[in-house]
T-cell receptor, first 115, second 112 residues
């Protein structure tokens, strides 16, 4: 089945620093990947759609200059949280369509804690 | 305005009972329907997908879709404590570029 690998699984950083999260499709090509954020006991919130070779599409209210997305290849998308602040602490999850029509496969998620 | 609605729960059922999870969606042309299970601190994993009206069974899980009434449900037979998790309903809408829209999730607790 389709596998999406996400790294790192957990990261702690100081306020003001930048953090990069990687999302890889291991056994399929993904022209589109999705980045979600989830706060404790809340549902998934779509942040942006990552498009290979072009600019990402951001959801309303998501700052594109703060959450930089790069989708340079068919198997890799990265999310960089720039100048992180404590309120950016959250569970970030990427996903891609693989394994069947419209089936979304999720990475394991990255828990970001900003001190 | 939320487009996919779920009761947040928690829904508590005894071990061995049937757990019934419900999801309603807004009045837009809908295409595909999914149930994901998410354990605390983990990412969602796909349990079932359903695309046409009626029932679809997979082991202890049955998904039921009624497009006329705009609801999709998930039944879990012989519930086990290991089924305790948050269940997310997700829908793709034709006129939203097949984007997946998630409900808020229902927390299920299966008590031994």
């Amino acid at each position: 089945g389709a596998v999406v690998s996400q790294h790192p699984s957990r990261v702690i950083c100081k306020s003001g620093t930048s953090v990069k999260i990687e999302c890889r499709s291991l056994d399929f090509q993904a022209t589109t990947m999705f980045w979600y954020r989830q706060f404790p006991k809340k549902s998934l919130m779509l942040m942006a759609t990552s498009n290979e070779g072009s600019k990402a599409t951001y959801e309303q209210g998501v700052e594109k200059d703060k959450f930089l997305i790069n989708h340079a290849s068919l198997t890799l998308s990265t999310l960089t949280v720039t100048s992180a602040h404590p309120e950016d602490s959250s569970f970030y999850i990427c996903s891609a369509r693989g394994g069947g029509a419209n089936v979304l496969t999720f990475g394991a998620g990255s828990r970001l804690t900003v001190l | 305005q939320k487009e996919v609605e779920q009761n947040s729960g928690p829904l508590s059922v005894p071990e061995g009972a049937i757990a019934s999870l419900n999801c309603t969606y807004s009045d837009r042309v809908s295409q595909s329907f999914f149930w994901y299970r998410q354990y605390s601190g983990k990412s969602p994993e796909l349990i079932m997908s359903i695309y046409s009206n009626g029932d679809k069974e997979d082991g202890r899980f049955t998904a039921q879709l009624n497009k006329a009434s705009q609801y999709v449900s998930l039944l879990i037979r012989d519930s086990q404590p290991s089924d305790s998790a948050t269940y997310l309903c997700a829908v793709t809408f034709n006129n939203a570029g097949n984007m997946l829209t998630f409900g808020g999730g229902t927390r299920l607790m299966v008590k031994p």
